[in-house]
């Protein structure tokens, strides 16, 4: 493992060197709008251009990104946490040599994370600092606990919306919540299942209209749709990442664009707490105190 004053350095140097990974967070307020696949085929997407990647799977109690690909992996976070094995033992390897932290599903007692539980992981996280150029972070839904912090740990939110009402009221109501109590004021848009572009713009509008009147100063940027794809249903059943199967497809030519736009904007939006996270921790061990950090004296 990296030694620690050389995390300290690099720490200090201040802001995010060129060589830090983008961390991304894939969240939405209701289930089921797409985030899973959007995270598995974004990062083949990533992996094919060059980049190292590597995908959290974060939905923990829920988790199905080793299902979506039809892997089945021998440890999980779960056995990080009750200190079996380490982080980087838990590793498996997707298409494109996609680098995958699995999670598992069932488990109650990993739907609220403890403080202790998020600090450890978050150290662990550290170690891939280096390996890395984007780490993609697949989020549960809602406004849990989990939700919160693995958001709060990324240095930019996309948030997932479909074109169902239940959808955009849960979208706005995530985005109130890290607005409100986490501070967090720039979101990237991604619209999926929709029937035409002019819907997925217009679902975008709504968004917008509703955090701009009532959450003031929140920004959303529109990073693109996804079509409604009976192919991407039957990718999914057959453990396919759809980028994979039909690569010329207009599903994977939408996703490719909205990958090629997070490419051109490389400067984080968020602080991102895995760093920022750790730095006040470190900063706070070297005083002596015994306080424990940033994200987790916030408010939960
Ligand atoms: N663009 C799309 N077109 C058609 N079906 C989709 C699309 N995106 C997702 N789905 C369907 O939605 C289901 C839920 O997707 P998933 O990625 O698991 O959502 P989440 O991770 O948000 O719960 C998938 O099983 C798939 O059948
Ligand atoms: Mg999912």
């Not at 969240?27 to 598995?40: A, D, M, P, R």
């Not at 946490?81 to 380490?86: A, F, K, R, T, W």
């Not at 932290?101 to 739907?111: A, F, T, Y």
């Not at 991407?232 to 090629?260: H, M």
Request: glycine letters at 8%; one cysteine or more; charged letters at 20%.
């Amino acid at each position: 493992m990296k030694d620690q004053a050389h995390t300290l350095r690099k720490l200090f140097e201040g802001g995010s060197s060129p060589t830090s990974p983008q961390v991304l967070s894939v969240t939405s307020g209701k289930g089921g709008v797409g985030k899973t696949s959007i995270v598995v085929n974004m990062a083949i997407i990533l992996a094919t251009r060059g980049y190292k990647v590597l995908v959290l799977d974060a939905d923990l109690g829920l988790a199905n990104i080793d299902v979506m690909l039809g892997l089945t992996p021998k440890h999980n976070i779960k056995h990080v946490l009750d200190g079996q094995c380490l982080l980087e033992d838990v590793l498996i390897e997707g298409p494109q040599g996609i680098k995958i932290i699995p999670s598992s599903s069932g488990i109650q007692e990993l739907v609220d994370l403890s403080r202790e539980q998020q600090i450890s992981l978050i150290n662990s996280l550290d170690y891939f600092e280096q390996d890395i150029d984007y780490m993609l972070i697949d989020t549960g839904a809602g406004i849990s606990r989990n939700v919160m912090y693995f958001n709060t740990a990324a240095q930019k939110i996309i948030v997932v919306v479909t074109p169902e009402p239940t959808s955009i009221t849960d979208a706005y109501a995530l985005i109130k919540v890290l607005r409100r109590q986490y501070g967090i004021k720039r979101f990237n848009l991604i619209i999926n299942n929709v029937s035409s572009t002019a819907e997925g713009d217009q679902v975008a509008r709504k968004l917008t209209m509703v955090c701009e009147r009532f959450l003031g100063d929140v920004v959303l940027d529109m990073l693109g749709c996804i079509p409604r794809d009976a192919r991407i249903t039957e990718c999914i059943k057959d453990q396919k990442a759809f980028v994979a199967v039909n690569p010329s497809g207009e599903s994977s030519k939408r996703l490719a664009r909205i990958v090629r736009r997070l490419e051109q904007s490389q400067c984080p939006q968020n602080s991102g707490n895995i760093q920022f996270f750790l730095k006040r921790m470190l900063l706070d061990q070297a005083k002596g105190s015994n306080h424990a950090g940033y994200s987790i004296s916030r408010p939960y």
